[in-house]
């Protein structure tokens, strides 16, 4: 039997992507619609979205910019009210967004913590009811979460916060799976190990050391790329998924296979 590549084609669909301004977010954007989707792209920069669009509109897609803070829920629901007047359908929507708070636990305030939450958390939750009881009106769709490694493992290092805001999102995704994917609506996450962006960076040119110690505990060798998301967003989107629902699928070069005490295949022993 011969693969119909047609199952990956997102043409005449409609996709909402947050963060859409930079990095995985862009990235999920332009993927989408280089596989012929139509897109709304949500961020809080305005610049970086509306760049973004025009990019999406040179592949002759249509592109609908949003400022949204994601953490403000009458924001997100204009934002979908604005996606049923200009298109009247949505198809997929991959929340990517969503800032935290790093800070040791003895010393992080309980309004960071908050703060934290409503942004990977409470947000979410609304961007994914919202396009579920559309999804749902129409028995399909299908909605992407970005988690994370600190999802299912600890990573320290000031991570509270956002750790526990990422067990959430991936106890979310498996919730709405459950109660929705009988229904037509599947709901999936992606958990990134670090992906090179510019705040990763910093970190590595105050402290050239974070280089090294982060690399160790990726087999593949390298950081991931915010572009190492397009073929996931694609197949998360399209019909070549239909039966992938409720799955947290790392995205990490290795990271989370390997055991803390492990080594990637350099070293060679009892020779």
């Known amino acids: 039997m011969t693969m119909n590549r047609n199952m990956f084609d997102l043409s005449g669909r409609v996709a909402l992507v947050s963060g859409a301004a930079s990095g995985m977010g862009k990235a999920t954007a332009m993927a989408v619609a280089e596989a012929g989707a139509d897109v709304v792209l949500a961020d809080i920069a305005e610049e970086g979205v509306r760049a973004t669009a025009s990019e999406i509109e040179s592949l002759n897609r249509r592109a609908l910019p949003v400022v949204c803070d994601i953490s403000q829920p009458e924001q997100i ?8 007047d200009e298109f009247g359908r949505i198809d997929f ?16 305030s309980l309004d960071e913590v908050e703060w934290t939450w409503r942004n990977l958390v409470y947000g979410r939750f609304c961007c994914c009811q919202e396009a579920g009881r559309r999804m749902l009106a129409a028995g399909k769709g299908s909605i992407v979460n970005l988690g994370s490694l600190a999802s299912v493992t600890a990573l320290g290092r000031g991570h509270i916060a956002y750790s526990m805001a990422m067990g959430a999102v991936v106890q ?15 709901v ?11 705040g990763l960076q910093a970190r590595i040119d105050s402290d050239p050391r974070i280089k090294a ?10 950081f991931g790329a915010s572009e190492d998301i397009k073929g996931l967003a694609v197949f998360l989107a399209s019909d070549a998924s239909s039966w992938i629902t409720g799955a947290l699928i790392p995205m990490d070069g290795g990271n989370l296979a390997m055991n803390a005490g492990g080594s990637v295949g350099t070293e060679v022993f009892g020779e």
């Open 213 to 222: 110690r982060f690399l160790s505990g990726i087999p593949r060798g390298r």
């Open 93 to 108: 929507v991959a929340n990517i967004a969503g800032e935290a708070i790093r800070k040791k636990p003895e010393h992080i």
């Open 188 to 198: 999936n996450s992606i958990l990134p190990a670090q992906v090179l962006n510019p």
């Open 77 to 84: 629901r204009s934002m979908f009210a604005q996606v049923d």
């Open 172 to 186: 979310m995704t498996r919730e709405l799976s459950t109660e929705w994917s009988g229904r037509g609506v599947r």
